[in-house]
């Protein structure tokens, strides 16, 4: 009579084939993907220099830039964009579609994203940015988007693509603990568990690059997984979860519902009046660096402005840059958004990107993350490998068993 211990094990064997096998083909797009789009602004300007260089000059001002685009096109609204870019560097503006007073929905426009000369505000391009697309324009955005929300339709309004995906990563949390018991079935032969027999090669290599690889990754799997259910599911899952443990700074995002389209209504106050409240707030805090970018959500009727140097918009470590919010109606505080600053759940929160992307030490935290995504990669290959090998086997005893 099989022991409880063994019906446990044969249990967990039986939910790490099937948590694995519901994973991993989105885990393996996710990790091919990431390991390519850590280097996403690298390749993206190598691929599409107009959008990303221009010609060495005095700049004009960013705000009469930003105007420009909308007096261009009537229908767009510029969403955020940089105060100050690099010599070199051309401008990137980001626009959504303003609402259709007679329709009460927002006008269609083909572009979210448009690149000028700020010496001669001249415009370079402009693209879809995230359009299911394998152009040269597209390829980059299309692997950014494709990594976080398989780049599915919205259902019914809801992005149903990242709440997908962060399903996905509340699974892949799970199988992590359970792939660990099952990683040391026994306490005297740990040492197998972390080994891999490269003379052997075939379905022993195979078995130790799932089974090892993923012992010697695990803390480092686990916290991508994580970062991935925050990100995915912030306001669904982890604010609420987080809040019950930990107060949180309130901010004008997770603490307020969207409003729709016809809810909307246009600024009263200007960008550049907000951004002397803002290098005012910042110069009351003593924060040295600059006004970095503005942005303004329609859906909350927010600006924020953001402080860091010039082309340092992902932040070069660390948790990231300092924002300040504004109510758009009178200018009125709406919040700040202060790396480091907080308590245990804001840090918490505050550190996801930065962990999920690597940025939070750097260069080599993105290395990192390439190599990573690699190696969930070849996790997801070699446990499809293993379960087919498997499944194969069995039918071929079958015939046997009949006899």
Not at 106 to 121: C, D, S
Not at 230 to 237: A, E, F, K, P
Not at 264 to 286: D, F, K, W
């Amino acid at each position: 009579m099989p022991s409880a211990s063994n019906a446990f094990r044969r249990w967990l064997v039986l939910l790490h084939r099937w948590f694995g096998l519901f994973t991993a083909v989105f885990l393996f797009i996710a990790g091919a993907t990431g390991a390519v789009i850590s280097w996403d602004h690298e390749l993206d300007s190598a691929l599409n220099p107009a959008l990303y260089h221009a010609e060495q000059g005095p700049h004009r001002s960013m705000l009469a830039l930003a105007d420009t685009v909308e007096a261009a096109d009537p229908r767009a609204q510029v969403s955020y964009f940089p105060l100050a870019v690099p010599q070199g560097e051309a401008v990137q503006i980001w626009v959504e579609p303003r609402v259709d007073p007679a329709t009460g929905k927002p006008f269609e426009i083909a572009y979210n994203q448009v690149a000028l000369n700020p010496v001669t505000g001249a415009e370079q391009g402009r693209r879809l940015w995230g359009d299911v697309s394998l152009t040269r324009e597209n390829f980059l955005p299309f692997l950014y988007k494709l990594h976080y929300s398989l780049e599915l339709p919205p259902v019914g309004g809801i992005d149903a693509g990242s709440l997908f995906m962060g399903i996905v990563a509340i699974v892949w949390v799970l199988d992590a603990f359970v792939s660990l018991v099952l990683s040391f079935p026994h306490p005297r032969s740990w040492r197998k568990s972390f080994a891999f027999r490269w003379r052997r090669g075939g379905h022993a290599l195979t078995f130790d690059l799932h089974r090892s690889g993923g012992v010697w990754l695990w803390l480092l799997l686990l916290t991508l997984a994580v970062t991935a259910v925050s990100m995915n599911l912030r306001s669904q899952v982890v604010v609420p979860l987080v809040s019950a443990l930990s107060p949180l700074t309130p901010n004008p995002f997770d603490a307020a519902s969207p409003l729709e389209p016809e809810q909307q209504i246009a600024p009263a106050v200007s960008r550049a009046r907000v951004l002397e409240l803002a290098q005012a707030e910042a110069a009351r805090r003593g924060w040295s660096a600059p006004a970095g970018a503005l942005s303004y959500e329609p859906e909350y009727g927010v600006y924020g402005v953001g402080f860091f140097e010039p082309g340092n918009d992902h932040g070069d470590g660390g948790l990231g840059n300092p924002w300040l919010y504004f109510h758009a109606g009178d200018g009125s505080p709406a919040g700040a958004d202060v790396p480091g600053t907080g308590s245990a759940g804001d840090l918490f929160l505050q550190a996801q990107f930065p962990l999920h992307s690597g940025r939070i030490i750097g260069t080599t935290g993105r290395v990192l993350m390439t190599v990573l995504g690699i190696a969930i990669a070849v996790l997801s290959l070699t446990g499809i490998v293993l379960w087919w090998r498997k499944r194969s086997a069995r039918h071929r005893m079958r015939p046997l068993r009949v006899r």
